[in-house]
């Protein structure tokens, strides 16, 4: 059964499709089976749930995606088969969204000490009063002609070399961990993370560890002791060289291997629902390893 457990959906503050529009794309590509695992959150997978019956030829694993920590490192947790009926989750989105919205003032300044002004209260009006994301700065900075003479911007606009996505990508290049303008927001502990997902009745997996690990690959071994039960190998974002490490070290351990496009909409333009990179050495093993998250056999779960 073709899968793409690493969706998100307009729940995700830079996410962009509803629900039946994320199942009718995962229709037309032939996928058997998806999960929506937006931020920090489940009324996404909620819905999508409460959408999918029986009688459709689709079938939906609960899911989510949590921002933590390890040891100074951001990372991303996914949690499939979770409880959704429960209060833990709604909790945590709410402590998340008033992290963010509390950084907000120290994100615009970071950016004018770079030379990079926006105004903050169309800023907020775009962002219908929530958490503004990366992404939503860099619309907003390349919707406006005045910033298009900017040295910082230049690369992001149509021609640049960052201009293939450039959303997510002035994300990366300013926002993301180690950037000029990061700010560093109190994530729960990875240990918590995964403690969480295992006490609303779900399976940890660590979200493409080669994107927040580039360089310390090795940290993944760590992180399968501390608790996760597998890791998403199969992604867009993994080079050969990682895939093959990723799965070694999955094979070797007998935990789970999963894959994902991270599907966002327009912040991720050249990402498309059930499209990621394999390596087809592992493609039975993988369909296994779905099995056990869909419920589908009754595999043991490493921990």
């Known amino acids: 059964m073709k899968a793409d457990l690493h969706i998100h959906s307009c729940y995700s503050d830079d996410g962009e499709l509803g629900i039946p529009e994320i199942m009718e794309l995962c229709r037309n590509q032939g996928i058997g089976l998806f999960s929506v695992t937006d931020h920090n959150g489940v ?9 999918c019956t029986p009688s459709q030829d689709l079938s939906f694993v609960a899911g989510i995606e949590i921002d933590c920590n390890c040891k100074g490192t951001d990372l991303h947790l996914l949690g499939y088969g979770v409880n959704m009926n429960g209060n833990d989750f709604d909790t945590l989105q709410t402590a998340v969204r008033r992290k963010y919205l509390d950084a907000v003032p120290q994100m615009i300044r970071s950016l004018e000490q770079l030379g990079i002004f926006v105004d903050r209260e169309e ?3 775009r962002s219908g009063g929530e958490p503004p994301t990366g992404e939503l700065f860099a619309e907003l900075l390349l919707e406006d002609p005045d910033q298009h003479s900017n040295p910082s911007l230049l690369p992001y606009l149509p021609g640049g070399e960052r201009s293939d996505m450039p959303l997510i990508n002035f994300y990366l290049d300013f926002f993301a961990q180690g950037k000029p303008a990061y700010v560093k927001i109190e994530h729960p502990d990875f240990k918590e993370a995964v403690a969480l ?25 760590e992180l399968m002791d501390l608790g996760a039960a597998g890791l998403e190998v ?39 629902i059930g499209q990621y990179k394999l390596l087809e050495d592992f493609r039975e093993y993988l369909d296994q390893s779905v099995s056990v998250i869909s419920g589908r056999t009754q595999k043991k779960v490493s921990r």
Do not use: W
Not at 197 to 221: C, F, Q, S, T, Y
């Open 43 to 51: 009324k996404g997978a909620r819905e999508a749930a409460s959408l």
């Open 197 to 221: 997902v295992r006490d609303n009745g779900g399976i940890p997996v660590v979200a493409h560890p080669g994107l927040n690990l580039k360089g310390r690959e090795g940290m993944v071994g």
């Open 234 to 272: 199969f992604n867009n974002y993994h080079q050969e060289q990682q895939m093959s490490y990723f799965a070694g070290e999955i094979t070797r351990r007998g935990a789970l291997m999963t894959c994902g496009s991270d599907f966002h909409g327009h912040t991720k333009p050249r990402i498309h």
């Open 123 to 125: 800023l907020m009006r």
